[in-house]
């Protein structure tokens, strides 16, 4: 699959992982983490420089982000030297980021392994690392050298994982695909599902096609992707990044975020009931206590990159499978969400 962007145009390509580790060049720098590396080390090139970083949220920091920059200094790495990422979208996001402003930018290979960076995380060019303050908050647009999607790597992914990457494909559903939605109402998917690999395929064609029209999120077309983010991110920032995954908090985040278009009387009546229904066949989280934290959680939503100043701001659900930014969201509703959801 060809994605093209405004400084050319980058393959993902879908195969087998060790005709992705093939075509590493010899000595590649390779990012990954603790427990990618034990499963999956030993199909890593020979020879290749490896830095493995301790496995979770909390590694998406400025103190990892500094220590792998030094780690690339001491590998002598140039402008022109590989970095490939093997892993979810902790590392993918970190070592991207750490490619894309290592001496202005160097080559970078992303090769995702949980479900939720095949799906999102490693497609889009969308790097950063985590800030106290805030999720995401430092980071950039940066584009690969290619993607490789390894559908076999799901068969080592625990089943927590495996779920936390059906939030955001159950988010697909409900922002752009009304039939995968309806699927996702009617059966549940697992790891061995033998239409696993298309449904993949299906998303990451989903997202490109977002992407490509709004690159650098300044249309509002990309901003739909965000649904269930605005109160996911708020969860995993007040929760101090770990407890809760990303995934689990956008599940939770998109019940609020339907019941908030719900309030507003903005979209088509049921599509709340619908977003829940995908969730819940899909195993996904109800609710969490942490919800109760209500005023924390509107402190960090009204430092959300989308809000503008005159209200809260949401990707909302129209109907199943249309989705709009919307801007003005008043706190007297939010705050009903957050506290009945
Ligand atoms: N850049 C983007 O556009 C974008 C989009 C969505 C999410 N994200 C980010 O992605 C991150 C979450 O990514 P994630 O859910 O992949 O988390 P993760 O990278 O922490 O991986 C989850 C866990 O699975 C393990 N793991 C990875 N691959 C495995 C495999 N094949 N077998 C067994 N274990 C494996 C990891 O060691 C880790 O413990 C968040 O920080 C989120 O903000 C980024
Ligand atoms: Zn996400």
Redesign the pocket.
């Known amino acids: 699959m060809q994605i093209k962007h405004s400084r050319g145009s980058y393959e993902i390509r879908f195969r087998d992982f060790d005709e992705a580790m093939a075509e590493l060049p010899p000595g590649c720098l390779i990012v990954t983490?603790?427990?990618?590396l034990e499963?999956?080390g030993h199909r890593f090139p020979l020879g290749s420089r490896v830095h493995s970083l301790p496995?979770?949220?909390a590694s998406?920091s400025l103190s990892e982000y500094q220590i792998l920059i030094e780690w690339m200094i001491q590998r002598e790495a140039r402008r022109g030297t590989m970095l490939a990422v093997i892993?979810?979208?902790?590392?993918?996001?970190l070592a991207g980021f750490a490619a894309a402003t290592y001496m202005r930018g160097i080559p970078l290979v992303q090769i995702p392994?949980?479900l939720?960076?095949q799906v999102?995380?490693s497609v889009?060019g969308?790097?950063g690392i985590d800030l106290p303050e805030g999720?995401?908050l430092l980071g950039c647009f940066y584009q690969p050298l290619r993607v490789e999607i390894c559908a076999e790597?799901?068969g080592?992914?625990?089943l927590r994982?495996f779920k936390?990457?059906m939030a955001?494909v159950v988010k697909y559903g409900v922002i752009l695909d009304p039939a995968l939605l309806g699927r996702l109402s009617e059966e549940e998917l697992t790891p061995d599902h033998p239409d696993l690999r298309e449904i993949i395929r299906e998303c990451v064609r989903l997202k490109a096609d977002v992407v490509a029209e709004d690159e650098f999120e300044t249309t509002g077309k990309r901003a739909i992707l965000n649904f269930g983010h605005t109160v996911g991110h708020a969860l995993e920032t007040v929760t101090g990044y770990g407890p809760i995954?990303?995934?689990e908090a956008v599940c939770v985040g998109m019940r609020v975020e339907a019941k908030i278009a719900e309030l507003i009387g903005h979209g088509a009546a049921g599509t709340l009931a619908t977003v829940e229904e995908a969730l819940s066949r899909q195993g996904l989280p109800a609710s969490t206590p942490e919800l109760g934290r209500t005023d924390e959680l509107l402190a960090v939503m009204r430092r959300d990159k989308k809000a503008t100043g005159s209200g809260y701001a949401f990707a909302l659900p129209v109907r199943a499978g249309e989705c709009k930014l919307v801007t003005d969201v008043p706190e007297s509703a939010v705050k009903e969400a957050l506290q009945t959801s």
């Open positions: 983490d603790d427990h990618v499963l999956w496995p979770g949220e998406k892993g979810g979208g902790v590392v993918g996001d392994t949980t939720l960076a999102d995380a889009g969308k790097v999720k995401n790597t799901m080592t992914l625990p994982h936390n990457g955001e995954l990303h995934g």
